[in-house]
């Protein structure tokens, strides 16, 4: 049995005025997202041909801010004597830690993580036991930056620091931009990417961005938008129970269809129409791939969880790669409920109980589909928490560590300078410890999207200040945790 037997999205008017980018968005996004989408019956001659090179990118977003101190620790006794004495009541027990066994090329320093995340322990040391599939990394202390910043920078009145420190939607809107600076036209990274890459790699009959988080402005480009789907698939006009003509939804629907393909004298109202045709039918085109596509194939067992429904269908949807036309492609998924002001070790425990299991299912069946070689997969989230307790929980702070993994990824390394975990040392700004990142987003996500097909030409219009921490004249990447053998050549 197909693990998603759910019928067919109804696309109710809420849904379809979310789709299109309204509600909060406002018109003019709306038109914004539908002047992206192509005409869907260039589907026909989507295929690639056999052979063709595809990648993935996979943007796990963690909402809310994950305390990544207690998620990875530091094991030898001098930094745990410094990690206990900062965290307190909220210092996880040595014993308790999953021992991570670094390669060659990390940091040399031990680590342990979360007792919750016994996967990925599995997956930086070895997936499925195997030494040589060292499929995950951490990158330690990332954060949004403009440029490289120091302490006494942070408390100097003249330099350039991100906007709305310790922000949700301000940092949040910071890792998808990579515009820590703010702007006065805002685009996601991934979606600038999509500007440079989309056109010259896929045949253009389906959007490359793939969004099962809503709307968003990570995938958001000059000529790009998102294209939002759900876990069961598209977001479409059909559903269980329509082909009754006094059904609600179809009654509704069939005058949504009937207004769309009227002939508008005014250019706005015809323009929208169009467009808005253009949308659907794409969705349409999309399902019609999505619903084709056999379950069976997929015998890597997934938890019983959202988060691992998104992954599945985000598994589908890179398997569907050459009937969608797509040598290059972007997924954004996301999992909430990081904001631990209180309950933390109780709550996070659940939550990675949830989220790790999700991802190591994931890796696996793109192993079993041989996709591993094609898929990077990232875990940011909009900052990490303070060391220090307020009593049962943390409070919003600004460098953390992140997760990437995949095949492509050098894994079983730490990347990075690990930051002292004592309160008030010279990574700390005060106010709880809040660490200052000793990396720019810039760097890590410049590794991804030289594995991606960027050039270093076009690098500088994908990451504008990536040029603040790193020389682009050369080859070398930033941080290196991509394997080199992968690049494109």
Known sequence: MKRNEMKANELTRRDFMQQAGCGAF??????????????????????????????????????GGIDSFNLVVPTDSTRYADYQASRGNLALSQNSLLALNQTSGGDGMSYGVHPGAAQVQEMFNGLGGDAQKR???????????????TKSDYQADNHPLPKSLFSHIDQTEQWQTSLPQGG???????????????SSLNTEATSMSVSFAGNNIFQVGQSTEQFVVTPSGALTFTGSGQNRSDHPLKIKNDAITSLMEQEYGNLVERAFAQLTRKSVDEQAAFQQVFSSFDDDQITTPFPDTYIADQLYSALKAIAMRPQLGLRRQTILVSYGGWDHHGELLQSQDTRLRELVPAMHAFQQ??????????????????????LRSNGQGTDHAWGGNTMVFGAPVLGGRMYGTFPSVALESNDDVGRGGRLIPTMSVDEMFADMLRWFGVSNADLPLVLPNLGNFHNLSGNTLPVGFIDPATLPA
């Open 26 to 63: 406002g018109t003019a996004s709306l038109l914004s997202t539908l002047l992206s989408l192509n005409m869907a019956n260039k589907a026909a001659a989507a295929s690639l041909n056999p052979g063709d090179e595809c990648r993935t990118l996979v943007c796990i977003f963690l909402f």
């Open 135 to 149: 499929r995950l990394a951490f990158i330690s202390n990332v954060g949004t930056l403009i440029q490289p910043t």
């Open 184 to 198: 006065t036209q805002l685009t996601g990274w991934a979606g600038r990417a999509a500007d440079v890459l989309h």
């Open 365 to 386: 069946g793109l192993e079993e589909l041989n996709l591993q070689d094609s898929v990077v997969s990232f875990c940011p989230s909009e900052f990490a928490r303070t």
